[in-house]
């Protein structure tokens, strides 16, 4: 059974930095690119950032680059978002996700 497992997500001020984690188990995680997909209050799903299952090849959407930094470990099945300068805007439930789904989030608040 495949579970994607978020953590990290917090309240935090405009221009802080959170790092969310994602435990991954159930399928074998160094063979599948990793994405990271938010959802905003009253929005649909928005794409965040993506890895292959190597790490070498990354993408990010415009409104998170040079923010946010999408990272792997694939010896411990982990995916991270490093995120910095944050946004009221960045304020949504955060999820990992592959082709299988997604967990079931983390929710990121940013507001003073």
């Given at each position: 059974?495949v579970?994607?497992?978020?953590?990290?997500?917090?309240?935090?001020?405009?221009?802080?930095?959170?790092?969310?984690?994602?435990?991954?188990?159930?399928?074998t995680?160094?063979?599948?690119?990793?994405?990271?997909?938010?959802?905003?209050?009253?929005?649909?799903?928005?794409?965040?950032?993506?890895?292959?299952?190597?790490?070498?090849?990354?993408r990010?959407?415009?409104?998170?680059?040079?923010?946010?930094?999408?990272?792997?470990?694939?010896?411990?099945?982990?995916?991270?978002?490093?995120?910095?300068?944050?946004?009221?805007?960045?304020?949504?439930?955060?999820?990992?996700?592959?082709?299988?789904?997604?967990?079931?989030?983390?929710?990121?608040?940013?507001?003073s």
């Amino acid at each position: 059974e495949v579970q994607l497992v978020e953590s990290g997500g917090d309240l935090v001020q405009p221009g802080g930095s959170l790092r969310l984690s994602c435990a991954a188990s159930g399928f074998t995680f160094s063979s599948v690119t990793m994405n990271w997909v938010r959802q905003a209050p009253g929005k649909g799903l928005e794409w965040v950032s993506s890895i292959n299952n190597l790490g070498v090849r990354i993408r990010y959407a415009d409104s998170v680059k040079g923010r946010f930094t999408i990272s792997r470990d694939n010896a411990k099945n982990m995916l991270y978002l490093q995120m910095n300068s944050l946004k009221p805007e960045d304020t949504a439930v955060y999820y990992c996700a592959n082709t299988d789904g997604r967990g079931q989030g983390t929710q990121v608040t940013v507001s003073s």
